[in-house]
């Protein structure tokens, strides 16, 4: 789903987003269109940027959003531009704090290195948050 606001720039998203205006993340449609909180983002060894909610499916479609309407949405998001490539923070609901650890298994594609990460937290064999 493209960016509907075309004027980040003009509205002042750039000086309050410490994410480039233009930087696009890969997500769901579930985040993207349904609007479900943001439990995972993620920063992979290549630079590209995921945006998810916790519960991932097989069948979840993905989409894509840009950074500047994420943090609009969810401006806890801003604590992690700063986020290492190679790392993924998560927590267990938009009320909780981020966490953050080394994404394992870098020669996986991200989609795997995410999901195995995100079953393992949500089946409680990472730490609490």
């Known amino acids: 789903m493209p960016c509907d606001d075309t004027d980040h720039d003009r509205n002042g998203d750039r000086m309050a987003n410490a994410f480039p205006g233009n930087l696009i993340a890969c997500s769901s449609t579930r985040v993207v269109a349904l609007g479900q909180p943001i439990l995972a983002v993620a920063h992979d060894h290549y630079g590209e940027w995921q945006v998810l909610h916790g519960d991932l499916m097989p069948d979840d479609e993905i989409a894509q959003i840009c950074m500047a309407c994420a943090v609009k949405r969810d401006p806890s998001l801003m604590e992690l ?31 795997v290195r995410i999901l195995s990460f995100l079953f393992g937290l949500f089946r409680g064999k990472n730490s609490s948050d």
Request: aromatic letters at 12%.
């Open 81 to 111: 531009s700063d986020l290492p490539r190679g790392w993924i923070a998560t927590r267990k609901s938009r009320y909780k704090r981020w966490k953050r650890e080394i994404l394992e298994r870098p020669n996986d594609p991200i989609w």
